[in-house]
């Protein structure tokens, strides 16, 4: 049986799965175990070599705490934040289905960002106007 060629968006998706698992402090050997899938089959998926079927996807997606829908995000769709000193301008977009999502992403980036940064981001909150 042939090989069913792997697309651009598959590529995409073994990216963020290897963001998502270097984020999380986990070797590839690691997230293996944790999930109970080949991590010949992991890593081929992260370096973009194999098709990731969704049963794989989602034991990834539970094994590394995220929602299955970050790993699906197209990062061509960019939005521009306005605020007033102009803070950034384009970040990439997260198409969460739920509120719920985004605090587990949130929760997710936190762990990693300096005292610095996450001084600046509370400055950056506290500027938007609540709705």
Known sequence: MAKTPVSDIDKKVGKRVQQCRKEKGLTVVQLSEKIEL????????E????KINLEHL???????????SWFLIDEEQTYTIE??????EKKEAYLYSNSKD??????Q???LLTTEQKRA???LLDTLPLH
């Open 38 to 45: 080949p991590a010949q089959t992991i890593s081929r998926y």
């Open 47 to 50: 370096r973009g070599e194999n």
């Open 58 to 68: 989602t034991l990834i997606a539970t094994g590394l705490q995220t929602p299955i």
């Open 83 to 88: 605020t007033s000193n102009k803070v950034a």
């Open 102 to 107: 985004l605090e587990i992403r949130l929760l």
């Open 109 to 111: 980036r936190w762990e």
């Open 121 to 123: 981001l509370i400055i």
